[in-house]
């Protein structure tokens, strides 16, 4: 198909490539950025359902690889393939189709070297940690924005504004509208056709998954990781209790239409635990169809409210707790082995639910507990007005997105700032491992290059550091709050005892000395 | 034996009674104010090895009562009885003993009513909580100054002083000498004599034991409770490895004299589990000792460093734990069918050592915390100068008594006021139990009188109180750190929303209103 018999197809389809910035396919021969989207469409029966009746796939060829990936109906008779190729040079694609107009139709693609920002996936790292394919180290700093797809137009774009200058590069939310408190609107679009207040499950809505793929984009714009959750049970059309098999088509459809977002994660379910209507079968079923249809192998975990998951099952590629034993997540890393995420740990707000009103220093304490704890935190923010609370109407980021209200977000942004610092230095990623877990919680990055003690509600007014020795560090002092670093005189070696600010939430981090010959330095014999 | 005869007796026997204010015997009917103490003295064998060789004990019979209490020998040919009547009225007594001089004598002690501010022991009331022997109640608010009896005599004073204007009615304090951090000085006396640095465990040091005394009478004037800890393992001269009859004779005759006094609680150790050449049947033994010797039943626990000890066991009166998750307060209570103490949660301070180093905020909020679980608090406070950290010579409080430098004493008064004026008001003291465990910690009066709520860190701008029906409440607004309250308009009955300070570590407190007749107000129907 080249470019003039894609312009017959119908504009919706159009429209959808190009505002979710996917490269089609032009002539038999397109350029695709490693890791971007590869799409081509099929015309193909429009008569009967096509959603039932009609499966298109694809092969995708290099060398002696070969990666199958599904296709989906996007309405108006036109069919799609999408591929996210994720090694440079020529692939070739041959698809098949039980239709056969769409059977056996080839073609070639060329993957192109990514373009600056472009890091590819992310995936796991060194068992408890993350990075993308391209090497660049990958720290999740998570939010949550549960529906924030399903609000105005408007609130979204300020959304959108919101996370471009925030701290936040990963972002957990819905693919299902939202009914819950604050949240009792009707969403612009449904998943399925409804007719008398009822779903059509025999059809898609492509609309809404559409619509859907352009905020991907953007994300994916902005190098913020979309934590897609699946399903969840703060529901009101029915979404929670579907009959099996549309569980298994919607599970199926999306993949076939997002896996291709290089920053899709899967999140099998917020909450699964409150969905009275499902079993650890039906569980079991969908992390199975997402493990075995997602061609790339994203990200993938489950979120629970009150039962905590099995997370040293093999489907999860990582935690997601609800949780706020942060000291535990050594143990659950040694566990599960598993890279460890709090995705939920309470929200900065006011709202009367106690999920929903810590201060911004208590998260901002659970952001460095996380990290001391050599796991990761994750934000969300619930601050209502007093004169939306009895009309339900307020915005709350937590669910709707718009505007951060809270004084977590820029302690959260200093920290991650520090952490991208430490980072940088020396090419690999800071490696979290609790350091005297019965003392204070610190972390220590491979090969201790650098060490970080967080002292929470403690306050000393000296510390001995048992620092390796042999090695020279230099040392900062951190406040977290006031959000400033102090270096320390002198260079640091072996037990060394130093004097603390003597109040509360202050932190030091310790940086490995490099001669500017890359060697190590010398530690003096003490 | 009469006031003539008792002036003969060596000048330290009777300095001991005179400053512990002891009400020595006079002639055959002596008067003694309820739970204060009778002793008398008798004149018996000085040679030989009286701590070995004699004993002496004496029944004290009231109608068809009989209590039975040992003597020790105090030195100077001067054998002891004491014994606390809890019984207005009047007792005969007999003694008992392997000497023949003194079996056989017989007196009379007429109990008269306690004088104002002597409300009798403190024992369990209402299964989880303390109440005085004359039906005062008793909250406990404990603190920890190990080894303050072990100082100079100007500190002992000085901290004498600090108690006197302090929040705190219940000391944890050692029998023996502490040897550890900022602890590496010589006591000024020791339990035995010491000949070439070797304990002679064949005789007791009397002036040890009565220097003791001349502290608990002290503290009995200021009603503070004694929690004496009878072994420990911060050590330097063997107390903590003593032979196990030694260990036995050791307690019968801290029994002995030191049970008399109402105001003792007995620990049998600070950390048991750090003490390693003691077995559990050690432990047992020691526990069916002090059950059995003790003729009063003064309240009785141990304290772990981290193996939690099994407080079901039905020697205990009550749990002392030295953990933070005062959340499980309710559990335990539950579990154990006893009153928890968290006798030690960390102490205020600046130390290196993470046990001694949290802030003032935090050791207010862990009182809080404690409060509200139906639990009770310890403090403890280690602040040490810049200059003293190296000469290891800092007076600390935890354990060398002094004066409080931090800022939590003066928010546990607070507290403690707060507590004082609702328990006051019904006549019964407050009993607390966890109100939804789930949701926020909460803590309510017996009957529902009053009701305590504490928001820690959270900072709901609203919340729904779940308060019982037909039970009209006035309410108050409580900053435990700026120690402030503020009525709040109206009265409260069944789920009543409330606007909140929409900060953190906020309280509130519901008082049921009566009217004057003393029935209750009816409740508005709603």
């Known amino acids: 198909m080249n470019r003039r018999e894609a312009l017959k197809i119908g504009s919706a389809a159009l429209l959808s490539s190009a505002a979710s910035g996917i490269q089609a396919a032009e002539s038999k021969s397109a350029n695709v950025e490693r890791w971007d989207i590869f799409e081509e469409n099929f015309p193909g029966p429009g008569g009967g359902n096509p959603f039932l009746d009609i499966w298109i796939r694809a092969v995708f060829r290099k060398g002696n690889r070969e990666v199958w990936v599904d296709g989906f109906y996007d309405g108006n008779g036109v069919y799609k393939i999408r591929f996210m190729p994720d090694e440079l040079g020529g692939w070739k694609f041959e698809t098949d189709s039980n ?13 192109t070297p990514p373009k600056s920002g472009n890091h590819g996936p992310v995936g796991v790292r060194d068992s408890y940690h993350f990075g993308y394919a391209d090497g660049t180290p990958y720290f999740p700093f998570g939010t949550t924005c549960y529906a924030w797809i399903h609000q105005t137009d408007e609130l979204q774009k300020q959304t959108l504004e919101s996370l471009r200058s925030g701290p936040f590069n990963k972002i957990r939310m819905c693919i299902f509208p939202k009914w819950y408190q604050y949240n009792h609107g009707i969403p612009p679009r449904f998943p399925f056709p409804r007719v008398n207040e009822t779903n059509d499950y025999n059809h898609f809505n492509p609309e809404f998954f559409y619509h859907i793929e352009t905020r991907l984009a953007e994300l994916r714009a902005m190098n913020i990781e979309a934590d897609l959750i699946l399903f969840h049970p703060y529901d ?106 709090f995705d939920e740990c309470m929200y900065e707000g006011n709202i009367n ?26 934000h969300g923010e619930t601050y209502v007005r007093g004169d939306e609370i009895e009309n339900d109407k307020a915005i709350l980021w937590w669910s709707h997105g718009g505007v951060l209200k809270g004084t977590s977000p820029q302690r959260i942004a200093f920290l991650r700032k520090l952490l991208d ?25 491979n090969s201790n290059q650098a060490l970080l003690w967080y002292f929470d509600f403690h306050q000393p007014s000296y510390y001995d550091f048992p620092l390796p020795e042999s090695v020279n560090f230099k040392a900062e002092c951190v406040d ?26 202050q932190a030091i981090i310790f940086q490995k000395v490099w001669l500017h010959s890359g060697r190590d330095e010398e530690a003096p014999k003490s």
């Not at 239709?99 to 993957?111: D, I, N, R, V």
């Not at 917020?270 to 039906?282: G, I, S, V």
């Open 99 to 111: 239709a056969p107009e769409m059977k056996g139709k080839k073609g070639l693609l060329q993957c």
């Open 236 to 341: 009101n059309w029915g979404f929670q209790e579907m009959p099996a098999e549309v569980d298994d088509r919607y599970l199926k459809y999306v993949i076939a239409r997002f896996a291709a977002y290089r920053n899709v994660w899967w999140s099998l379910a917020n909450e699964y635990d409150l969905m009275r209507k499902k079993t650890n079968e039906d569980w079991d079923r969908y992390a199975r169809i997402v493990t075995e249809t997602d061609p790339y192998s994203h990200l993938r975990s489950i979120h629970y409210s009150h039962a905590p998951y099995d997370y040293s099952r093999s489907w999860c590629t990582h935690a997601g707790v609800q949780d706020y034993a942060f000291e535990k997540a050594p143990q659950w890393k040694k566990d599960w082995r598993k890279p460890v995420i």
């Open 353 to 378: 639910s106690r999920w929903g009103n810590i201060s911004g220093e208590e998260m901002t304490r659970r952001f460095w507990l996380c990290t001391v704890a050599g796991a990761y935190g994750g």
């Open 421 to 445: 610092e430490i980072g940088a230095e020396g090419g690999d990623r800071i490696g979290l491992e609790a350091v005297e877990p019965e003392y204070y919680l610190g972390a220590k990055r």
């Open 480 to 505: 977290p709050w006031g959000m400033t670093t102090k270096p320390l005189e002198g260079l640091f070696s072996g037990k060394s005892r130093i004097k603390l600010p003597g109040k509360p939430y």
